[in-house]
Nanobody
């Protein structure tokens, strides 16, 4: 499994970013996909998930602001992040479980300035 995340950057509070994660070497459409984040000095946390069937879940702090979606044509999962807040600053990772092992992509840094 290879996961390649991109789209991070520096944005002002209230702004938006879209993260992308391209997957390869898996039958993408069969996999549930997740976005995690890790802020400085904090543990990695689950931000959003999307099942192979398209069902989505979100952690409470991002509900109503973030949208996770996927393209089974492009073998990619996306995280649209709106109304960003300084507390959203973190390294964001896409992830999936492949044959019982959690796989991680290289993270992408999101920095939200106040």
């Amino acid at each position: 499994v290879q996961l390649q995340a991109s789209g991070g950057g520096l944005v002002q509070a209230g702004g938006f970013l879209r993260l992308s994660c391209a997957a390869s070497r898996i039958m993408f459409r069969a996999y549930d996909m997740e976005w995690y984040r890790q802020a400085p000095g904090k543990e990695r946390e689950l931000v959003a998930s999307i099942t192979s069937g398209g069902e989505t879940t979100y952690t409470d702090p991002v509900k109503g602001r973030f949208i996770i979606y996927r393209s089974n044509v492009e073998d990619a999962v996306y995280l649209q992040m709106n109304n960003l807040k300084p507390e959203d600053t973190a390294v964001y990772y896409c992830s999936t479980v492949d044959r019982g092992v959690r796989r991680w992509g290289r993270g992408t840094l999101v920095t939200v300035s106040s």
